[in-house]
């Protein structure tokens, strides 16, 4: 663990701090190393003739309106999300709003209004919550935690041990919408953009995909904080299985790589709220991406790279990409706070 | 996937490859031929698209003092720090984002903002003016660190809060000119150059006729060049043709840059700087390689305004940023290269700096899997 | 030392104007390419035009990005 004294903003990036956090600090104390299960999106609880996903989440985003979205439909689709990818249908939430005092209620009401709009889109029910306020300076505006309930459709057998040598990794659509949208909105940027935010629920695709696929799914996980970058690199890690993707297969939003080349970021370490990543069987790749095609949010879903074969012993696993050029390079997992770059 | 990009990058490695072969025969040296890349973004971009796999065994592309950050002595950090969290004025400290990582002696703005000093990120020289103009209470410092790129919007800058009177704004100048590195690097005489990859912004301003200075005065071509792999692989096509048949040239392929630069941006750099003597990272201390500011905007001068003491430059145990920035030595070869030293907790500039050749070696490169290609 | 990105300016009021890369749009000081007018490309470092770029050289770094990812 890094040997500074105070937190870091990096430390709650996804990153590499992030882990370390976990790992070091806050893991011991509440569950001990053994808690395998603690550095996945959602815990899959057994009781009696049935799996169940429960997961947290907190929201802190600004600015709190952004376009395409706001807190109130992150807070939805972040948790259905999380079920999702653990390949279970959302049954219910909770939300507990923390509130800066200060904030307009006209906001706070857009905001509820929003997330109950998508909740019923969604198909889940908040069905319980709780609202703090807080004095005013404590918090920038407002955050939101939850938790999700879900139940692990039949035939969903989804975990890092379930990846093998040979799988396909496929990817539902561009990256970056979300951290770019967001970034454009934030104050003192000379920036604006064209971008929304591509927070969505990932509900109906990735329940497709368990239908569909069955034991041929091994594995899902959304790319949130740290991008698509951190995900491959907790794949490769859970795993303990190289990776290797082609960068020329991913797909991309024009909009949103000129903004990454504007601000000097890596799209692959930019948050996305609505994008999945899938590892299948290679016999089942094809059908994966025809599944998810047929969805909305995932109408660019592409088989983006497979799982080579275990790490060597003794070596980290790697996660490589190869280049538009057709040359190689590692994929790092972030550090966790991707400053824009200027020169 | 056979795309038009594919196809012209192998057909221009293939050119490459054959250019290499008639360099080595014709010189009878066993090689390898060394291209070294002055501008942090031409290694970045090396190293993000993989090219270097591409080249064959006997090219080494080095890379050189071409990351601003990089190159800044650690005492400049320093002083940045202590007006940072010592300063009783509590200035805010405004800085690029690559700036925020870099370790000085006593830890990094970044860690000093976690402890409660005002450090904000801007995006251009211009944005700290309009953070002075916004927060009329406070000092606001500039960290102006840059090449002759980035210079102008510091010149920009500073005669705008002349112009508008703003009485909170002053900067810290680093700014370096890289020709004189380039040649101080020559004189050493330890490395072996056989050409010069030239910075592709670089040289939108300062022309690419500036090189001709190196080119005929040492006998190496100088190529500028633009920030794709295309363009990275053209510019080496072009040294090493010259290379075969005895030339050394300033020249270009990177269409953006004039032979004569941007005018209008070194008749601003000559406005508001004058030329001293610089410390270098690695370098140590170069004539003619640094701007301070003219004494007519004395008072935009960090440095007067809050007497900021001098530093010492201090050497970290260990740290072979130097020699790398030097290209002598090779990321890997340093000994805490992914260990001690990883982007996350950065020893020296080379790791932290989003243009650093450690940087681009750890997060690009093979480095846990035997040599760099 | 040198990341610095083609748009295409939309607005130019004074010496300040607004470049556009695919729909997106950045704040640029013109001060150092006075003789820019409204449709030229021009391309952009730490919030300042450095230079004005040939509209098919600029056309061909954008294909080349898009090409390439």
Known sequence: MSDTTHIQLAHGGGGQLTTELIEQVILPALGGPQQAGALTDSAVLTSPGKRLALTTDSYVVHPLEFPGGDIGTLAICGTVNDLAVAGARPTAMTMALIISEGLDISLLKRIVESAGRTAAEVGVAVVTGDTKVVPGGALDGMMINTAGLGEVLDGANLGFNQVSTGDSVVLSGPLGEHGLAVMARRKGLRFSSDLLSDCASLSEPAAALVEALGGDLHFMRDPTRGGLAATLADLAEGSAHDIEIDEASIPVNPTALGAAEILGLDLLTVANEGKLVAVVAAEASDQAVEVLRKYQVARQAARIGHITGPAETGQPPLVEMITSIGGRRIVQMPYGEELPRIC | MTRAVDTEIRRQCDRIDRLCRQVLESSGSAGPIQIMEVCGTHTMCIARSGLAGLLPDDLKLISGPGCPVCVTDQSYIDRAMHLALECKQRPIVATYGDMVRVPGSGGSLGEARAAGARVEVVYSADQAVELALDRGDTEVVFLAVGFETTAPGAAMAVLRARRENVPNFSLMTAQKFILPAMEALLSQDDVRIDGFLCPGHVSVILGWKAYEQIAEKYARPCVVAGFDAPQVLAAVEAILAQLVSGRAEATSVYPSVAAEGNRRAMELLDEVFVTSEASWRGLGVIPESGMELREAFGRFDAAVRFDLPDFPSREIPGCRCGDVICGRLHPTGCGLFGKQCTPRRAVGPCMVSSEGACAAAYKYGLHDRGPMQ | ?69
């Open chain 3, 1 to 69: 030392m040198c990341l610095a990105v083609p748009t295409k300016i939309e607005t130019i009021e004074g010496n300040r104007g607004t470049g556009v890369l695919a729909g997106n749009r950045i704040d640029i000081l013109l001060d150092l390419v006075p003789e820019a007018k409204v449709d030229d490309w021009v391309l952009i470092h730490a919030g300042f035009a450095i230079t004005l770029l040939d509209p098919e050289d600029a056309q061909a770094t954008l294909d080349l990005l898009s090409e390439m990812l």
